[in-house]
């Protein structure tokens, strides 16, 4: 009998529409409004809280039998500074914990730094910045027990335009923790698949594929363009290991090639059916994910 090829895994951006995902932030003007201790009691209740929230997320995806969950960045907001790692560090064996759960119920912890991390900058604040932010998001990583690999991925951007070089260059040059887990992914303007995917080669990192920023930026009419599988396959060879490999869906919300993402998934590339891990990128996140239940069968390419 032909074993049939397993189907992808979903994965949640961050929150859920509902209430039943929700993290608690922090301005820096109201941490400054604080003395240090106050600081330090308001930085520890907000970790405490956002660890809860971390494990309740953990349930609702073993639930709903989601198998990827992206944290957000804010997580632990100001654990980018020494104080507020410092702070962090004392929550160490409980995010072990919650980490090693993720593991045990086979649940993919994944984190997209924000727009603020530029490799590719010509400014050396900016690139030091950046690596900073990158190397929160290693730290929580390596808090949360997870391994120093693309399972545990940073998918980033390329960042400035016509910048391959410096980019392989400051990708070779980061600490092993971010290193060892970071990946990049085709945008809409900067950097297309075919170029993502070469510094990805070049530099040894895995490349993210998003097919609706690659239809975008080719203007292409169909995610049955032969380069949309084409695409797939290519990133996929940039894994170390490719039944770990990620891709991103989303859909134009006021028309196919629309930059903006709509509410839910109508149309899916039929080359996803080999992907073994799609971020569903859509407004309504979890209520977009359960439209998408037995998308295989139901789907027809568009």
């Not at 994965?11 to 922090?26: E, F, M, N, P, Q």
């Not at 790692?85 to 160490?92: E, I, M, N, P």
């Not at 059916?273 to 209520?287: M, V």
Request: with cysteine; aromatic share 6%; charged share 25%.
């Amino acid at each position: 009998m032909t074993q049939s090829a397993p189907q992808p895994r979903l994965g949640l951006v961050c929150i859920t529409v509902s209430k039943d995902v929700r993290y608690r932030a922090l301005t820096r003007k109201r941490l400054l409004e604080h003395s240090e201790d106050g600081q330090r009691r308001l930085l520890e209740d907000i970790y405490r809280d956002n660890i809860q929230t971390l494990d309740n997320a953990l349930r609702y995806c073993e639930r709903e039998g989601i198998a990827l969950y992206r944290m957000p960045s804010s997580i632990f907001p100001f654990s980018d500074t020494p104080f507020g790692l410092d702070v962090l560090q004392q929550f160490k064996d409980t995010l072990g914990r919650s980490g090693r759960r993720a593991i045990e119920r086979g649940i993919r912890l994944v984190m997209h730094p924000d727009q603020f991390v530029v490799l590719s900058s010509d400014s050396d604040d900016v690139v030091a910045n950046s690596v900073k932010i990158l190397q929160m998001h290693a730290d929580i990583m390596d808090l949360l027990d997870q391994p120093r690999s693309p399972w545990a991925l940073l998918e980033i951007h390329g960042g400035k335009a016509d910048r391959e070089d410096k980019l392989v260059a400051r990708i070779a040059d980061l600490p092993d923790a971010i290193r060892c887990r970071i990946g990049l992914e085709n945008d809409e303007y900067a950097y297309s698949a075919d170029e993502i995917h070469a510094v990805c080669v070049r530099a040894g990192v895995p490349m993210v594929f998003d097919a609706h920023h690659h239809i975008v930026h080719e203007k292409l009419d169909s995610y049955e363009h032969p380069s949309v599988a084409e695409m797939v396959a290519r990133a996929r060879a940039t894994w170390p290991d490719p039944a770990h490999q990620l891709v991103h869906i989303s859909n134009g919300r006021e028309g196919f090639n629309d930059r903006q993402h709509s509410d839910l998934i109508a149309t899916m590339p039929s080359s996803y059916l080999s992907a073994p891990y799609i971020e569903i990128e859509a407004k309504l996140k979890e209520e977009a994910i359960r439209g998408l239940d037995g998308w295989c069968a139901r789907f027809t390419p568009a």
